[in-house]
């Protein structure tokens, strides 16, 4: 009799043992599949890119015309400073996509205070 409670012990040891490495082989394969992208997801990456190149002409409107009346210094340093905030907080969580365009913004919005200061 003790011995057949041993095996059954043992056999319900074993099921558990199988049971917890398939669903660790599951919950790995679960990790190592790449998400799905959402529709949403490509309309925000489009407007992340997009977004940024419509500050391009009021940094060649400065520049060309060698004028910033009626260009705010304080919302565009507020600008400027800010994407250093989103930049920190996006190298932080690894979100590289979201560094490279709080770069590129930083670049253009520096370049706006830059010719506000020079040409007010």
Same mark, same amino acid.
């Given at each position: 009799?003790?011995?057949?409670?041993?095996?059954?012990?043992?056999?319900?040891?074993?099921?558990?043992?199988?049971?917890?490495?398939?669903?660790?082989?599951?919950?790995?394969?679960?990790?190592?599949?790449?998400?799905?992208?959402?529709?949403?997801?490509? &309309? =925000?990456?489009?407007?992340?890119?997009?977004?940024?190149?419509?500050? @391009?002409?009021?940094?060649?409107?400065? %520049? #060309?015309?060698?004028?910033?009346?009626?260009?705010?210094?304080?919302?565009?340093?507020?600008?400027?400073?800010?994407?250093?905030?989103?930049?920190?907080?996006?190298?932080?969580?690894?979100?590289?996509?979201? &560094? =490279?365009?709080?770069?590129i913004?930083f670049?253009?919005?520096?370049? @706006?205070?830059?010719?506000?200061?020079? %040409? #007010?």
């Amino acid at each position: 009799m003790f011995k057949s409670t041993t095996n059954s012990a043992n056999m319900d040891n074993k099921s558990v043992y199988t049971t917890f490495m398939v669903r660790h082989a599951q919950a790995q394969k679960h990790l190592q599949q790449k998400a799905r992208r959402d529709p949403l997801d490509w &309309v =925000l990456y489009t407007f992340m890119v997009a977004t940024p190149l419509f500050e @391009i002409p009021q940094v060649v409107e400065i %520049y #060309r015309t060698k004028s910033a009346q009626n260009v705010s210094l304080i919302t565009w340093s507020f600008f400027a400073l800010s994407n250093l905030a989103w930049i920190a907080y996006a190298i932080r969580h690894k979100l590289w996509p979201l &560094v =490279l365009i709080y770069s590129i913004y930083f670049v253009l919005e520096t370049c @706006i205070v830059a010719g506000i200061l020079l %040409y #007010r």
